[in-house]
């Protein structure tokens, strides 16, 4: 039987030694308006002082895989610059690794990646070179914690040429996803990517199996694909548009991975904060008494850039100008001085000055917010300097004119908005 997770032990072996990851990091995640307008998507800092890359690579190490490679494109500078500074602390002659594979335009083509197919070919090169045995292809842009172990292990049982990482999804949110069907032994029979209208699970009508993005293959299996895809005129060189459908048009053994959550919730944690309400919502789970993803989980951590910074400091004690936060997060660098959080997250080095006051806010790092201020259901991004007196979130036809304001009513502010140079380190 396929070993199942359990908090007592990972399933760390020598599959997951002789296994590759690829992490495709190359996205710019249009539906977080102006929060990627500097930046990829995976580099977007989330829950105080991560960004959202660390967490399928704290996976990859926390199961073992020690070989990594992160596929880059759209606007890389910060999530290299990160990866440089918080990943580098593997052991090189030992065979350990997190590499950079920025787009390169390594075939003979003037384009760049076409497709995710296309993101993994265009390195083939390079991936045969350190000689893997299976090769695991991740998104970069999910929350989640999941051991790859025990996935690994199901393909190889199942002696499968490609297995798929899937969740039950809501049918209505399924028409964003790739969905499959499956027989009785897992096998994938059907796959629509993005369909209008997905099929249902046989057990509820209201729910359709989703593809998380994640895949298994055999190297030299996957080499073959690549290399015929490449070939092919008419594919747009994508995973779930064409690797995906031509391989169980083929009848090739392609097996469903039920996606089991190393936190053992129910239902599972898995995120895709692809939209800026999602974002937000993801952030304030966290702030919670009880929060969904567990951050303070000791034997599943996630790791990132430790910057050095201070402790959090709260400064003044008066009636009308004490420094406070309550159901909160606050990061190392901040100071709050004479000003009231509620329900908020505060990133690393944001500075609160006096009688302002924070409500459900989302405040990235290297923030400062003048007094009297008055921000509530805000995400305010990195190196923003938040004049005196602005208020936020009592008028959203007010803010609008200004600012971006979701479908939710949740208000991003960023530099240029406000007429301020953006952060160079962004």
């Known amino acids: 039987m396929t070993p199942e997770y359990n908090h007592t032990s990972r399933f760390v072996s020598r599959l997951t030694r002789t296994t590759l990851a690829l992490v495709l990091a190359g996205g710019r995640g249009t539906r977080l308006q102006k929060l990627t307008d500097w930046r990829a998507k995976p580099a977007v800092p989330f829950g105080g002082k991560f960004r959202i890359i660390d967490f399928p690579l704290s996976n990859c190490i926390n199961s073992g895989i020690r070989q990594i490679a992160v596929v880059t494109q759209y606007k890389s500078h910060s999530l290299i610059r990160h990866v440089q500074n918080g990943w580098g602390f593997l052991r090189g002659e030992f065979g350990e690794f997190v590499e950079v594979f920025p787009a390169a335009q390594q075939r003979d083509t003037e384009s760049w990646y076409e497709g995710t197919a296309d993101a993994v070919g265009q390195n083939i090169n390079i991936i045969r070179s350190h000689k893997p045995e299976y090769i695991l292809v991740l998104a970069g842009d999910h929350i989640y914690k999941m051991d790859y172990g025990t996935m690994i292990a199901q393909h190889v049982e199942k002696q499968a040429d490609m297995t798929i990482g899937c969740l039950e999804v809501p049918l209505d949110m399924a028409k964003g996803f790739g969905v499959m069907t499956v027989n009785d032994e897992g096998q994938i029979i059907r796959f629509a990517e993005k369909p209008k209208n997905p099929e249902p699970t046989p057990t509820n009508p209201n729910l359709a199996l989703a593809s998380m993005g994640i895949y298994v293959f055999g190297a030299d299996f996957l080499y073959e694909q690549l290399n015929r895809d490449a070939k092919d005129a008419n594919s747009s060189h994508d995973f779930g548009k064409d690797i995906i459908p031509s391989l169980i048009e083929k009848q090739y053994r392609v097996f469903a991975y039920r996606f089991q959550d190393v936190q053992q919730t129910d239902p599972p944690y898995w995120r895709d904060v692809g939209t800026l309400d ?36 709260f400064v003044f004690n008066d009636d009308d100008r004490r420094g406070m936060a309550v159901d909160s997060m606050v990061s ?12 908020s997250l505060l990133f690393s080095n944001v500075k609160v000055n006096s009688y302002s006051v924070l409500e459900e806010a989302v405040i990235l790092p290297d923030v400062e917010i003048g007094r009297h201020c008055h921000l509530k259901r805000v995400v305010i ?28 009513g949740v208000v991003l502010v960023t530099p240029d908005m406000l007429g301020q140079q953006v952060h160079q380190a962004y």
């Open 381 to 408: 991004d990195k190196g923003c300097s938040i004049p005196p007196k602005t208020v936020i979130g009592q008028n959203l036809k007010e803010d609008a004119k200004r600012f971006y304001v979701s479908e939710g």
């Open 332 to 343: 190392g660098g901040c100071l709050i001085s004479g000003a009231k959080i509620v329900n």
């Open 278 to 313: 999602a974002f937000w919502e993801a952030n304030m789970d966290l702030v919670s008494v009880t929060p969904q993803l567990n951050l303070y989980d000791q034997e599943w951590p996630i790791w990132t850039y430790q910057e050095q910074l201070p402790p959090a400091k």
